[in-house]
């Protein structure tokens, strides 16, 4: 059984799991490698969920079909995750099964999370949106001489090309003074830049990516190598970072970019909340509370859609149109169907979110040293609208 990325075709494809009673089952499973690094500690835990489910099942009020469902999804899970369970590059690991849906899937997280297990009507994705990887990071190491391009994301990266000059040292007799180095590069390193520039604006024509980590050590070429690269590029840098360039392997410079990563989400949360609360100042295209939020689900017009971690809010679904609202009303506003209770309305908000192409933001506690601004509203969920 393969384990896969997290990406947005993945999410798409949980989002759309249904079922008419309780065939779902989530397992989350945390790798942190300050808890969970050695065999046994994992081992441990792998025990503690299969017991977990076991209980789960055998305590729901399920259908003969149901239970013996279920117990081929809790076979199938022990089978994968004592056999099968790769934790390299991963800091936690999400596993969805249901026997009568013929769904699994497991996906690899870029961030612990909290052991669980659940069965549902659907998946539950609350705790891993935000781990999505779609390989959109691209990370450039150069030195006078050499250049390396990775590709990858928050999940890892691969090291994908590398590019060799022949470029004379600068103390060799007859070169540059080092004053003169100081104030220019010379021709061959200009030369030089520019193959390792064209080659990654090449490999950015063939397979585009959203962001760009620059490693270059010798604060010379920076100016240099700002002034080679191609428009496209420059504006997709979300930083530079230092290490050795030569001899940095794969994790250290995943290392090294993952804290650009980190700080370019936390820039963008700050720059989502920045936009929210202008719309929500101006009366503007914003849903502040559980109703409206839920309305403009149901009208698709939700942009992004904001959840708190571990939100949770009583709601109502219709089975025959797919109505989602909160708790309180009986019966369906589009074709009277009586309403289903759902106990957490907020995962069907999330698949309905995701089925319409909509982002998805989950707010998560803030860590020590984190400058994240807090959530800027005050239930579950908020929205931006398109309209």
Request: charge should be negative; aromatic fraction near 6%.
């Amino acid at each position: 059984m393969r384990v896969t990325q997290l990406n947005d075709d993945v999410l798409r494809s949980l989002s759309e799991v249904e079922a008419d009673e309780p065939v779902v089952v989530s397992v989350f499973i945390d790798l942190d490698p300050s808890r969970f690094a050695t065999a046994g500690a994992r081992e441990s835990q792998v025990n503690s969920l299969l017991n977990l489910l076991r209980e789960r099942i055998r305590e729901g009020e399920l259908s003969d079909d149901a239970q013996e469902a279920l117990e081929a999804d809790r076979e199938r899970i022990e089978h994968f995750l004592r056999e099968d369970l790769d934790v390299a590059g991963a800091e936690a690991l999400a596993c969805y099964s249901s026997h009568a849906l013929d769904v699994f899937e497991a996906v690899k997280l870029t961030d612990p999370v909290e052991s669980d297990v659940r069965i549902d009507l659907r998946p539950i994705l609350e705790p891993v949106i935000g781990h999505e990887d779609e390989g959109d990071w691209c990370v450039l190491l150069v030195t006078r001489d050499s250049g390396r391009i990775f590709r990858g994301g928050p999940t890892g990266i691969r090291e994908i090309a590398d590019v060799h000059s022949d470029v004379k040292n600068q103390h060799q007799a007859g070169g540059w003074s080092q004053a003169r180095f100081e104030r220019s590069v010379d021709q061959e390193v200009e030369w030089h830049l520019e193959a390792v520039t064209d080659r990654l604006f090449r490999h950015f024509k063939r397979r585009p990516f959203e962001h760009l980590v620059i490693g270059a050590n010798n604060e010379s070429l920076r100016p240099a190598l700002t002034g080679e690269a191609h428009s496209y590029l420059l504006e997709r840098v979300r930083g530079w970072i230092d290490l050795d360039e030569d001899a940095a392997s794969e994790e250290d410079v995943f290392q090294a970019a993952r804290e650009v990563m980190e700080r370019h989400l936390a820039a963008t949360e700050h720059e989502l909340f920045e936009r929210f609360s202008a719309e929500q100042g101006t009366d503007g295209r914003a849903a502040t509370d559980l109703d409206g939020v839920l309305a403009a689900l149901v009208e698709q017009r939700v942009e992004t859609l904001m959840v708190k971690e571990s939100a949770r809010a009583e709601g109502t679904k219709c089975v025959t149109c797919g109505w989602i609202g909160a708790a309180g009303r009986e019966r369906c506003p589009v074709d009277e169907t009586v309403l289903d209770r759902v106990d957490n309305i907020v995962e069907p908000a999330i698949q309905a979110a995701i089925q319409q192409a909509a982002d998805v933001h989950v707010i998560r506690p803030a860590t020590v040293g984190d400058e994240r601004m807090p959530a800027p509203f005050d239930g579950p969920v908020a929205a931006l609208l398109r309209y």
